[in-house]
């Protein structure tokens, strides 16, 4: 066997020509699933094409990386298929300005893409392993401006609040109340909300300190947890 497999060992020597052919399936992977399913913001275009999802996965799933689903990164979560990554970041609104909070880290993937578009990224997951390894995969890949913290997002980072866009890839019951208040004026956030594997994308805005809000289209997220692994 060449090789270990490890999770996280990015900087392993990659066969000869394989940069080359992740770069084409990324391209293809934007054109197809991406721009033709409607997102048009060109920012969000080229982080998708900047970011190299194939890192963020396990090396046994590398080959299906730029493909129409999600994929599983390890402790029974997933990376999120690449069009409502792309949606998320677009409905957001986001520019070099923008301080942005996401909630559920994961394999680091959508915390790369909006470090891409945004001046500062926070980010927090639960699972220790999962925010560890991202953490340092992140930092690997050189980004600067992306802050990892191990805990419970459902109350957000008050510290660093109020946060110009927050966006949450776990699915909890209810919008979690810290998340609004930590919402600056004029700001968005994107969450899916709802019951296990059936919730509806919502988009809020905060509007002279009033909440609007708006559905976008149903998705299939993970749960948003506890500590102690009960779903809120
Ligand atoms: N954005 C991720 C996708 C993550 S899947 C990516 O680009 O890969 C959702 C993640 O939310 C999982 O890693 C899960 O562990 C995490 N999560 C679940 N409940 C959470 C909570 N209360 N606070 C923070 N993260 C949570």
Redesign the pocket.
């Known amino acids: 066997m060449i090789g270990v497999m490890i999770f996280g060992a990015r900087c392993e020597a990659e066969a000869p020509g394989a940069s080359e052919k992740f770069a084409k399936l990324c391209e293809q992977m934007v054109k197809t699933q991406i721009e033709a399913r409607g997102v048009k913001s060109k920012i969000v275009l080229d982080a998708l094409r900047k970011v190299e999802r194939h890192k963020?996965v396990p090396q046994t799933y590398q080959r299906q990386a730029y493909e129409d689903h999600p994929l599983p990164?390890g402790?029974?979560?997933?990376?999120?298929q690449p069009y409502i990554?792309a949606l998320m970041t677009e409905v957001l609104d986001l520019d070099s300005t923008k301080k942005v909070l996401?909630?559920?880290?994961?394999?680091?993937?959508?915390?790369?893409?909006l470090a891409e578009i945004c001046h500062q990224v926070y980010?927090?997951?639960?699972?220790e392993v999962?925010?560890k390894r991202?953490e340092k995969l992140l930092a690997d890949l050189g980004y600067e401006n992306i802050r990892v913290r191990v805990?419970?997002?459902?109350k957000g980072w008050k510290e660093y609040s109020p946060f110009d866009a927050i966006?949450v890839?776990?699915a909890?019951s209810h919008i979690p109340r810290p998340l609004k208040d930590q919402l600056a004026e004029g700001g968005k956030m994107v969450i899916p909300v709802g019951e296990t594997f059936n919730q509806k994308l919502v988009l809020l805005a905060k509007k002279q300190g009033k909440i609007v809000e708006e559905n976008i289209i149903p998705v299939r997220?993970?749960?948003?947890?506890?500590?102690d692994g009960k779903e809120?």
Do not use: K, N, W
């Open positions: 963020f990164i402790e029974g979560q997933t990376i999120s990554v996401e909630i559920g880290t994961g394999s680091g993937y959508q915390a790369a893409v980010t927090i997951e639960l699972i999962l925010g991202a805990g419970d997002g459902y966006i890839t776990c909890p997220f993970v749960p948003m947890m506890r500590h809120y």
